[in-house]
């Protein structure tokens, strides 16, 4: 063999070896280097979250503080009535509430108690609440008027989880059993609200939102307060407030009962020279200036961006406190032009509370002072938080019979309750919807980096979410909201997780644009060596054949 060839056939095999480096060990290790990490995911436990139906027990117990003859019978049917009556199936076979029914008669205690002469169904519903404070279901109380000082045919809402029903003579269990189902219903679980809560939630968007949903701020673990006082003419009238005092008096207490539920920091302020950017309707009669429903959307943006942004990512619900220029000192709301009725206070949606102060100018003196008497706007304010939160506003006051007792911090036992219940339901629905939607997402996306520490985020929200539904089953309403928070705060956690946005809007198309200058400069010259490499080795091998 010449030198030539020899030289040749050197150069063959180094082509051959850098070409088996590179396809052998190369290409497997670019492969393994530029692979995106995905963790395991439980799909199949995601998947079965959409067959998961939430359900709530609500616990129902009526108890008989009369004696006489045929209680036992009446009980019973009363019992079969009611089980029957309570069934909380819809029209699409959702059912979110299941009533455990149970009757009894007064036990000794309670008798005794209801055997103080005449006593008042406010002081009997503060009696009996302490032998229960923190129950997990409601409580029925029927009474004789001869027990009781109140009028026959009363239904008392106590400020516990007591219904106090006044019996008619000769009232009929059919009677008693819709009295209870009315108070069960609408006020108590208010069924209507939680299933368009839920609905809406999962993506049932052909029912229409209820003002309730619409109106209540999204749960969270802290919410922010922000009180304002507007005082757009300083050189007229100097308005003053001592708005620590009536914090600590007034919103406190009412605070105080939801720690549980979430945490509040509050922050006030006073705004001079910021008045309305725009002119109130005028009375042509009277002379008087007045807001429609259709100006208030313009009224809460003409002082918005005056307000200030809030340091902080929690929601926040803002109460204002205005006193009205001297040329508008008789401003109101009306709810139409034609209509007479005066109001001074509304609520906007998922913002906050509006106060007009219009008596301010009427109760001014010579030293242009006024000192605002907050008690009356933190009992509206407290109104409005209530609303703001989900708290359920009884709209049911025509009803004669009904008359709901008051609690000393302004939110009754019975309304937490329904609180919680609604937003835990509101939690789970919402977590199983993100968990959902990640999860579909993630299949789809398939470039998208998948980290230990999202697979952790979506286990711990599923088992939570289970946690959930099993205290809502149970009827404890304080462990499963607890849970369900838990729940869709992981949930969305992972859905927002920066790392998995740094390769979503990289398209796979995209890769060719990214890898062919790379890689052709370099591959053409390997594969073109290594075709000629084999072609000479080929030949080499056909011409020794033919000398043989």
């Not at 436990?45 to 209680?71: H, M």
């Not at 968007?205 to 304002?228: G, P, W």
């Not at 139409?336 to 009725?341: E, G, L, M, T, V």
């Not at 909201?481 to 969305?492: L, M, Q, R, Y």
Request: charged residues 25%; proline residues 4%.
């Amino acid at each position: 063999m010449t030198d030539d060839n020899q030289g040749k056939l050197s150069l063959a095999y180094t082509s051959i070896a850098v070409g088996v480096v590179i396809i052998v060990l190369g290409v497997p290790l670019w492969w393994v280097t530029t692979e995106v990490y995905r963790a395991p995911l439980p799909y199949n436990r995601i998947a079965q979250l959409a067959f998961l139906q939430p359900q709530s027990v609500v616990p129902v117990e009526v108890v008989w503080l009369t004696k006489g003859e045929g209680v036992t019978e009446e009980s019973t049917k009363l019992s079969e009535l009611l089980k029957a009556n309570l069934k909380s199936a819809s029209s699409d076979n959702m059912t979110i509430i299941d009533y455990i029914i149970t009757t009894r008669v007064g036990n000794e205690m309670e008798m005794e108690i209801v055997k103080e002469n005449l006593i008042a169904l406010n002081e009997l519903d503060r009696k009996l609440g302490a032998l229960n404070p923190e129950s997990q279901g409601f409580r029925f109380y029927l009474l004789r008027p001869s027990q009781i000082k109140s009028p026959i045919n009363r239904i008392y809402v106590g400020s516990y989880y007591s219904t106090f029903i006044v019996l008619n003579d000769g009232e009929r269990y059919e009677s008693i059993a819709t009295k209870i189902q009315l108070v069960v219903k609408d006020i108590y679980v208010n069924e209507k609200v939680l299933r368009n809560t839920v609905t809406s939630i999962l993506g049932f968007r052909e029912k229409k939102a209820d003002v309730e949903s619409m109106r209540a701020i999204r749960s969270t673990d802290s919410y922010q307060l922000s009180f304002t006082l507007i005082n757009p003419e300083p050189h007229n009238l100097i308005a003053k407030w001592k708005i620590a005092d009536a914090i600590r008096i007034y919103l406190d207490p009412f605070l105080k009962a939801l720690k549980d539920f979430s945490s509040f920091t509050i922050d006030s302020q006073v705004l001079y020279y910021s008045g309305l950017s725009m002119r109130p309707s005028q009375d042509s009669a009277t002379g008087s200036y007045f807001l429609t429903p259709r100006l208030l959307p313009r009224v809460i943006n003409s002082i918005e961006s005056r307000l200030g942004s809030h340091a902080t990512n929690n929601p926040a619900a803002n109460f204002i406190l205005y006193v009205p220029e001297t040329k508008f000192k008789n401003l109101h709301i009306r709810t139409s032009k034609n209509d007479s009725r005066m109001t001074y206070s509304f609520i906007s949606p998922r913002w906050g509370g509006f106060i007009i102060e219009s008596k301010a100018h009427n109760a001014l003196n010579t030293s242009k002072v006024y000192e605002v008497d907050l008690k009356e706007a933190m009992d509206i304010f407290v109104a409005h938080l209530k609303l703001l939160l989900g708290i359920p506003k009884i709209s049911m006051s025509g009803d004669k019979r009904l008359e709901f007792g008051k609690s000393d911090v302004g939110l009754s036992k019975w309304e937490y309750s329904c609180l919680l219940r609604r937003r835990t339901l509101e939690n789970v629905a919402s977590a199983n919807q993100t968990l959902t939607s990640l999860a579909k997402l993630l299949e789809e996306i398939t470039n998208i980096v998948i980290s230990d520490r999202i697979k952790e985020l979506i286990n711990l929200s599923i088992e939570e979410l289970h946690k959930s539904l099993d205290f809502m089953k149970s009827g404890d309403n304080a462990r499963a909201f607890a849970h369900s928070k838990t729940a869709v705060t992981n949930s969305e956690k992972a859905f927002f997780d920066a790392s998995l946005l740094e390769l979503l809007y990289f398209p796979s198309d995209q890769k060719f644009a990214v890898y062919v200058p790379l890689f052709l400069p370099i591959s053409l010259p390997i594969l073109q060596s290594l075709y000629h490499a084999i072609r000479f080795l080929y030949r080499q091998r056909k011409d020794k054949q033919k000398k043989e």
